[in-house]
């Protein structure tokens, strides 16, 4: 019933001469998911993907593809494919000549080189661009092209680091849709790199959420969302209000999960006045000033219309998280 594992990393640990790295990562992939490596800057996902992709040694653990122990293996030998943030195409082939390059060295036919390259132009929807210079083209259609020219070599595992990060929102959007399109077409297995956690839940099968070189949650958008594992989590996937106990815990509450009423201070789980309402296309938030701090609450625009600045409300907290200070234990309340 269960996909059979494709990629297994065990118990790896890749450190700098400085310290800073990666510690005990543990992580399985199936045949045909796609995992995103997910967290801020530093922390250590590139670190991992190179060591995936053959292009760091690890100081201690194992990498397995097929359950085959693969660390030992150059780049080259190992069935995996990386795409880098910059874009890597060679600014002085075309468009076929990058794409044909990687299969000329595998000693297919042209004609089936041919017909490869037109297949899977037409999949990243770049059909009628071979004969283009890198520097005739889009960002994001160089992207496409680094996508494709990867996917051609057929590799069993795909690393792909920020491939979108310099694209503007719109088209990163569109390149998002299309890569997992292509993704489950062809069934590849896919981790993923991003420090983008919207990009990540929209992607992913699984996120593997990282914390200065740990893994601190894996799970699929929605375990992730609903059950944030940690404070750090909480803060980093989706919008969070904190609220500091007099017992030193905090309580977490998501927008969506926070009622207004009108009224003075008393009901609710706090009070409050009122000091933004604002329109986010499609529903509004409104920012409640408390001796707390700030609660942000996510209304309708029927919900919106009955507040105004400086209004007394109170807020009732329906489904929150509750976190330990300075520990990582949460308990859903
Ligand atoms: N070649 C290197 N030599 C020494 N330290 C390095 C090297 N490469 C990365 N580091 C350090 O290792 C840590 C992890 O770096 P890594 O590049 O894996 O982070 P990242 O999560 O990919 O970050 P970003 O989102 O900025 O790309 C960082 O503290 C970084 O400064
Ligand atoms: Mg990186």
Known sequence: MDKPTKLEIRNMTKLYKNGDGVRNINLSVSLGELVTLLGPSGCG???ILRTVGGFLQCDSGKILIDG???SQLPPEKRPTAMVFQSYNLWPHMTVYENMAFGLKLRRISKQEI???ITRMLDLVKMAGFEKKYPNQMSGGQQQRIAIARSLLLEPQVLLLDEPFSALDAKIRSQMR???RKIQTDLAITVVFVTHDQEEAMALSDRIVVMNKG????IGTPGEIYENPATRYIAGFIGEMNFIEQRDGTTVAVRPENVRLELGDATGGDIGG???TI????HFYEIAVGTDKGIVKAFASAEEAAQFKHGDLVNCFFDGTYR???NSDQTENV
């Open 68 to 70: 085959q122990d693969i």
């Open 278 to 281: 604002m329109m986010l296309g």
């Open 114 to 116: 041919s017909e490869r």
């Open 214 to 217: 740990s893994v601190e949650q």
């Open 323 to 325: 976190y330990q200070p």
């Open 177 to 179: 849709e299309e890569l």
């Open 45 to 47: 996902k590139t670190t």
């Open 273 to 275: 006045i009122v000091r």
